[in-house]
């Protein structure tokens, strides 16, 4: 009897729902460079993905700009504190970033180890 092994592409939507599930993760969203939202989830329904598009698109750009004024290279991962939350911002590619809304609490050990684990399936399902 012979097996055929089907590999199955997981869609971008479970990707990020799946690395949204990560303990202290309120929203996961993929932006592009212009700040359009590619697609996004929200575990607390608080956060309005569609404005994360333009809010991290004009971030991004500055800490681009910091980053070449300071001669440290281009921007691979931005991580901002707040009083009430953190944001991280990774890029996936020279035109796509994820944005994550996590608790001012969560782990951000766990959850940068989770997002450089689940990235490769993530840039895939682009």
Known sequence: MEMTMETTKVSLKEQLTSLAKVEGINSVVVVSRDGFVIDG????????????????SAGI????????????????????EYKFGVIIA??????T?????ADLKANLGNI????????PGIVAAL
């Not at 990774?90 to 035109?95: A, H």
């Not at 970033?97 to 809304?101: A, R, S």
């Not at 940068?112 to 990235?119: A, E, H, N, S, V």
């Open 112 to 119: 940068r180890y989770q997002l450089k684990k689940q990235t």
């Open 41 to 56: 989830t929200s575990t607390k329904g608080t956060i309005d993905i569609e404005a994360v598009g333009a809010i991290m």
């Open 97 to 101: 970033f994820l944005v994550i809304v």
């Open 61 to 80: 750009g500055s800490s681009e700009t910091m980053g070449y004024e300071l001669n440290v290279g281009h921007i691979t991962q931005v991580m901002n």
């Open 90 to 95: 990774s890029f996936l590619d020279e035109s």
